[in-house]
């Protein structure tokens, strides 16, 4: 079985940081796009960042400038640094991890962690 485990979360003013961690673990083969997602209450899960194996990394508009997801090298480990933080980057974040192949198996399946709060006030 794989898991995702989310570190990091936490509360802080506007303009602050957060970096935020998500390990995959389990007898993983290989995994083709770690991504973060967010849940603000009242409002469906979106999209926030993402990075594939290959170290190609994309961003919604909105984080664009401010946040940097990054990978360690022969791990299965993701990193979101999240710089400038606004009010409006409140959230549950989830990490999310796309078509991972397991060691002895050729199914390609997605798994999501059970989530970090961010919290950002004014």
């Known amino acids: 079985q794989v898991r995702l485990m989310e570190s990091g979360g936490g509360s802080v003013e506007a303009g602050g940081s957060l970096r935020l961690s998500c390990e995959a673990s389990?007898?993983?083969?290989?995994?083709?796009?770690l991504a973060w997602y967010r849940q603000a209450p009242g409002n469906e899960r979106e999209l926030v960042a993402s990075?594939?194996?290959?170290?190609?990394?994309s961003y919604t508009e909105s984080v664009k400038g401010r946040f940097t997801m990054s990978r360690e090298a022969g791990k299965n480990v993701v990193h979101l640094q999240m710089s400038n933080l606004k009010p409006e980057d409140t959230g549950v974040y989830f990490c999310?991890?796309?078509?991972?192949?397991?060691?002895?198996?050729?199914?390609?399946?997605?798994?999501w962690g059970r989530g970090t709060q961010v919290t950002v006030s004014s």
């Open positions: 999310r991890g796309e078509k991972i192949v397991m060691l002895g198996r050729s199914q390609l399946n997605d798994y």
């Open positions: 990075i594939t194996s290959g170290g190609i990394s």
């Open positions: 389990g007898r993983i083969l290989r995994w083709n796009t």
